[in-house]
């Protein structure tokens, strides 16, 4: 296994949590929309339903908790705790990498859950690049089963690759591998980004695929060329990251170009999302499910209870913001009108209730 592994793992961690790893102008656009209040929606707030199919399982509401972190003593105590309250609030949850674990068979357990979460939606999380450097269908197959996933997660980084010292950059022909990895796998498989947005060509391109669903992970929320900014071992390379703090599609516009290019396929809004009233959004704008990272990353490296509440502010806000526009379910939530403010300067970026910006793929 290459040495610099769990080490990278853990900077992530630390990086992501005491720095400013957020974007500088760039928002994830939910601002720029607004619901109309329904000030009679004839409906009640305690028979308001959150529950979602998603991949074949029930979620009690429309949220997972994103890949992030494992490899490490502290990833694994991270994972414990992401999992124990994905089992108690009836939601999903990813995995980070678990690329570690394959070349270090040591490491798996600092991702293995099942125990803590016998009934939650799981994913297990790879690379996609990795198949252009010796991976196989052989590994997604273990990966998958060393956790007792659901499903597989292969994550599209070209510019973080780009701008870590030990980046792997060779992304050519990777269509025709995710699509051979999408045949073979007997779980679904979803591709994501990691917080520069899919666009609508490349979310076409990968329902072609044969993917089972798409992550969006759009830019607004960690700016991942920031935390490699940090780990940048001279001047030149912290030079080139920096200039990319901004760089990406907002996950506002990447939701909504990706329902517009594959409107079959189940999209999960990620990047950014920090509360409940953004949730509700961006399933206005098309998410069938959305992910959250950096509030519950910061909840984790404080306890179990915490993540639990978190998740419960945001599964309250969303059922409070179905309520004042009248939705019942989120099929119906879907089909509320959701504007956009006239020509003019952009409002200031929502306040949300979260724990500000930062690790939100």
């Known amino acids: 296994m290459r040495e610099d592994h769990p080490r990278r793992k853990a900077d992530h961690i630390r990086i992501s949590l005491e720095e400013d790893v957020s974007f500088d102008m760039m ?57 124990r309250a994905a089992q108690e609030a009836g939601i999903g949850m990813g995995l980070g990498s678990l690329r570690a674990a394959l070349e270090d068979p040591t490491l798996a357990e600092t991702y293995r859950v099942r125990d803590v979460a016998p009934d939650i939606l799981l994913l297990a999380n790879l690379g996609a690049v990795q198949l252009n450097y010796g991976y196989t269908v052989d590994h997604c197959r273990r990966a998958v089963e060393m956790v007792e996933a659901d499903g597989l997660i292969l994550h599209l980084n070209p510019l973080q690759e780009a701008l870590q010292p030990e980046g792997q950059t060779d992304f050519s022909g990777l269509l025709r591998k995710i699509e051979a990895v999408c045949r073979a796998l007997e779980v679904p498989v979803v591709v994501k980004e990691v917080g520069w947005g899919l666009s609508a ?74 509360d409940g009233i953004q949730v509700a959004k961006a399933i206005a704008l098309g998410a069938t499910v959305c992910g959250v990272a950096r509030p519950f990353l910061v909840a984790a490296a404080e306890s179990e209870r915490a993540v639990a509440e978190a998740a419960t502010v945001i599964v309250t806000q969303l059922r409070v913001a179905m309520f004042a526009v009248g939705a019942p379910d989120l099929a119906a939530l879907a089909r509320v009108p959701i504007l956009t403010p006239p020509p003019g300067p952009l409002p200031s970026p929502e306040r949300s209730s979260g724990e500000g910006r930062g690790l939100g793929a």
């Open 27 to 83: 928002t994830t656009g939910f601002e720029r929309y607004r619901f109309v209040h329904c000030a009679l929606p004839e409906i009640s707030l305690a028979a308001v339903d959150t529950t979602v199919y998603f991949l074949g399982r029930r979620l009690q509401a429309p949220l997972l908790i994103s890949s992030m972190t494992g490899g490490t003593p502290q990833g694994r105590e991270i994972n414990r705790r992401l999992a």
């Open 201 to 274: 060509d490349v979310a076409r391109r990968l329902a072609d695929a044969g993917v089972a669903a798409l992550d969006v992970a759009g830019a607004g929320g960690t700016s991942w060329s920031q935390v490699e900014m940090y780990r940048a071992q001279n001047g030149l390379q912290r030079a080139v990251a920096a200039a990319f703090r901004d760089w990406g599609i907002p996950t506002a516009e990447a939701v909504r170009e990706a329902r517009r290019a594959v409107p079959h396929l189940p999209i999960i809004a990620s990047g950014g999302i920090r």
